[in-house]
């Protein structure tokens, strides 16, 4: 640690850095945001192949190809709780 004249106080020390890359899950239109465009994409895919569109791919949780409840359970979990 080391005080910084300027503004007499501690800096922080950056141990590392990490480019994380963002789960696709959910976000039926990749925009990077959740919505209720995402959960209108959703029930467009639901009960169908995982194929059909790659935001189906997307909103499909366990690729089984067939986006099901075991998704939608998955999907509401997101769209309702922390990213």
């Not at 005080?3 to 890359?21: M, N, R, T």
């Not at 976000?27 to 790659?54: E, H, M, R, V, W």
Request: glycine content about 8%; overall charge negative.
């Amino acid at each position: 640690d080391s005080v910084s004249p300027i503004f007499g106080e501690k800096s922080a020390e950056i141990d590392a850095v990490a480019d994380v890359a963002p789960d696709p899950f959910v976000d039926a239109y990749d925009d990077g945001g959740i919505d209720l465009a995402d959960a209108a994409y959703f029930q467009n895919c639901f009960g169908g192949s995982s194929n059909a569109a790659p935001a189906c791919a997307r909103v499909d949780r366990e690729p089984n190809l067939l986006v099901n409840v075991a998704d939608a359970a998955a999907f509401i979990k997101r769209m309702t709780g922390p990213l």
